[in-house]
């Protein structure tokens, strides 16, 4: 294995990234094996929720730095085109929620791999940071599309331009996290969401992840018309009559993704 760990049980898939002493930076390998990870799971219709999370210390530092000096390194530019910005792409084209259980640093390429995450948990350690321009580089992988939207253009600049650290609370604080739990604490509750996501309607799921996402870049007349649109497909799935038929007879509903 390349460093990379998927483990299923109970409709959730659990990505861990896995070189914890090396903070779980990325090397080729890494990036190819996430990749399959996430499009083998995009097939699996048995996957209801996925669980992004690090082995270790960190959740990711970015880049593997020692790799970038091999000399058939790719040109930078080259490798966001093949790898980076396809993992990105997979993860939010992914109709599965995901859950992020960022339990240590996330940094460079690894904060933009935690802010493509649909819903973000962060251990009491962890912290956030941009070191791009440490090393005289552009924030990339997504963060400068993410990260305004997520935080405010103010925190958002103050990160990518100076490299300021943004610590679990201050995630917290300004919306990046829904939630900061004791490290030995994150894993029981990243999946206990990952679990209460799995539960519900996989279709309407998918269909709300996509709207919240098209959301940013429309205005509010093009998403009315895509909310009816959306609910068009929905209030016609088998999901949906079970839902109103369990609302109606005061049970739990169960659906089956049809």
């Known amino acids: 294995m390349a460093g990379v760990r998927t ?71 080259v490798e966001l085109r093949e790898r980076y910005n396809p993992i990105v792409r997979a993860m939010r084209a992914l109709d599965q929620p995901i859950v992020g259980a960022i339990n240590g640093v996330a940094a460079g390429a690894g904060a933009s791999l935690a802010f493509a995450c649909d819903v ?26 993410f990260l305004p939207r997520l935080v405010g253009p103010a ?33 029981h509750e990243a999946r206990a969401v990952a679990l209460r996501l799995a539960a519900l309607a996989p279709r309407a799921l998918a269909l709300t992840k996509h709207a919240l996402d098209r959301a940013w870049d429309v205005g509010l007349d093009a998403a009315l018309e895509q909310e009816a649109y959306l609910q068009g497909i929905a209030g016609a799935t088998a999901d949906h009559a079970e839902g109103m038929a369990a609302f109606l007879g005061k049970r739990a509903p169960r659906f089956s993704g049809e």
């Open 7 to 77: 483990q299923v049980a109970d409709a959730v898939a659990t990505i861990t990234l896995d070189r914890p002493d090396a903070l779980n930076a990325l090397t080729v390998a890494m990036k190819d094996e996430l990749l399959g990870a996430f499009r083998a799971i995009s097939r699996d219709r048995a996957v209801r929720a996925v669980v992004l999370t690090g082995a270790g210390r960190a959740f990711c530092a970015g880049q593997d730095l020692k790799e970038r000096l091999e000399p058939e390194a790719s040109p930078l530019a």
């Open 120 to 145: 973000r948990l962060a251990a009491d350690g962890a912290s956030f940071v941009l070191a791009f321009g440490r090393i005289g580089l552009v924030p990339d992988s997504g963060a400068t599309w």
């Open 155 to 187: 925190k958002a600049a103050e990160m990518a331009l100076l490299a300021e650290p943004l610590t679990a609370a201050d995630a917290e604080r300004f919306g990046l996290v829904s939630k900061v739990v004791p490290g030995a604490s994150l894993e």
